[in-house]
């Protein structure tokens, strides 16, 4: 009995000890943060054929979290639904995120990596450029827009003209095509462009009128993150790799520049 009962007791304390170094070992493998892709040329890249993802804000944040012992998982997932996934925490980080007021109620912002310039454009059909000379002549016509994205303050807030949503560049492009809408705003001329061409359509062209739009180029962090305790870490740790001209390095690998114009 007393050789049972003390085998027992030996037991009972091997699985205490090895409880106690279970933890150790996890906290060896990186913790992940869960992040969203999209195709934005020239930026961001989504190979179609076999849906790799290449992009320097990739490689930056990737670099970023390594620094602090993370890894990320990266997802492709339109814009749209990436806003939503970050309000709810079902996703930890998604890059070109720009800051907003209303979004920064559950978003932190991790940057700027850069501060871009850019117009903003209205895509018509060809012949069509005089139809928007002034930013008042965008109340006679339909415009497209891509749902949850940020263009300029006064057209944001501007509830008296005709807006027609589409989820991202493709569908707008589609909508385009069949003439759902006179003209689309467009932030990044490259993507539009680029859906345009794949469908066939090369009758189109760019209104007189633009607005010019400084841009910061931030990721933006859920507020409901189960690891936004490591933001500041991880601000901390792009900011340099601004300073330092590492972010620079990285775009230049992709013959980009980090300040597009």
């Known amino acids: 009995m007393f050789f049972k009962r003390h085998l027992i007791l030996l037991l009972l304390a091997s699985l205490t000890v090895y409880g106690a170094l279970v933890p150790t070992f996890a906290t060896a493998e990186p913790k992940v943060l869960y992040a969203h892709f999209r195709h934005r040329p020239p930026e961001m890249i989504v190979d179609e054929r076999n849906m790799t ?8 944040i990737e670099e970023a979290a390594e620094k ?9 997932s339109p814009f749209a639904r990436s806003i939503h996934d970050l309000q709810v925490g079902k996703v930890d980080i998604v890059p ?25 454009l209205f895509l018509v059909k060809a012949g069509k450029e005089s139809s928007i000379q002034v930013y008042e002549d965008l109340y006679k016509l339909s415009v497209g827009v891509k749902r949850q994205t940020v263009y300029f303050e006064r057209f ?28 689309m705003i467009i ?10 061409n794949s469908l066939g359509f090369h ?37 340099e790799m601004v300073r330092s001209g590492r972010v620079k390095a990285i775009y230049d690998f992709y013959g980009l520049s980090a300040e597009l114009e």
């Open 53 to 60: 993802m290449s992009s320097p804000l990739k490689d930056i």
């Open 68 to 76: 602090i012992g993370y890894r990320i998982h990266w997802t492709i």
């Open 96 to 120: 070109r995120t720009i800051k907003t007021s209303e979004r920064e109620t559950f978003i932190r912002f991790l940057g700027p990596v850069s501060t871009q310039t850019r117009d903003i």
């Open 156 to 183: 944001n807030d501007d509830t008296a003209i005709n807006k027609m949503e589409s989820i991202d560049d493709e569908n707008m492009a589609k909508m385009f095509i069949k003439g759902r809408f006179d003209t």
């Open 187 to 196: 932030l990044d001329r490259a993507s539009i462009e680029y859906q345009l």
């Open 203 to 239: 009758d189109f062209s760019y209104a007189q009128y633009r607005q010019i739009n400084k841009i910061d180029n931030y990721f933006g962090m859920s507020r409901k993150s189960a690891h936004f305790a490591a933001f500041e870490s991880l601000n901390s740790v792009l900011i």
